[in-house]
């Protein structure tokens, strides 16, 4: 239920105003690369919603690499963490097995009469 409220409210909305920018910017424009050397440089000529499309793509590919690399110390703690987890788990059944097993008894050499 809550994902369709999310897919009413939010995706759709925003899936409408992008099919609508892509129909009032299908005019083509330069994309000057290189500011340098002006409008003779290297240039790419494409319609405004391609390129406005293409650099968001590019932001979520770069932003997902970014947060992936800066959390890349908690992963290698959760991995650590669980290591030692496994570790002590293991410890725990050893220790669980050996208090199951019977004590060894002392073996009787002297026996008295009981009459």
Not at 32 to 60: K, Y
Not at 83 to 96: D, F, I, M
Request: proline share 5%; net charge positive.
């Amino acid at each position: 239920m809550l994902r369709r409220l999310l897919l009413i409210l939010i995706v759709l909305p925003v899936s409408v105003g992008l099919v609508m920018l892509a129909v009032a910017n299908r005019h083509p424009v330069s994309l000057v690369v290189d500011p340098l050397t002006g409008a003779g440089g290297w240039s790419i000529e494409a319609p405004l919603f391609v390129i406005v499309f293409a650099a968001m793509i590019l932001g979520v590919v770069l932003g997902g690499v970014a947060a992936w690399l800066s959390q890349g110390r908690h992963r290698r703690a959760a991995r650590t963490a669980a290591r030692e987890a496994r570790s002590a788990h293991a410890e725990v059944e050893a220790l669980r097995t050996a208090s199951r097993e019977p004590a060894a008894r002392p073996v009787l050499t002297h026996r008295r009469d009981a009459a």
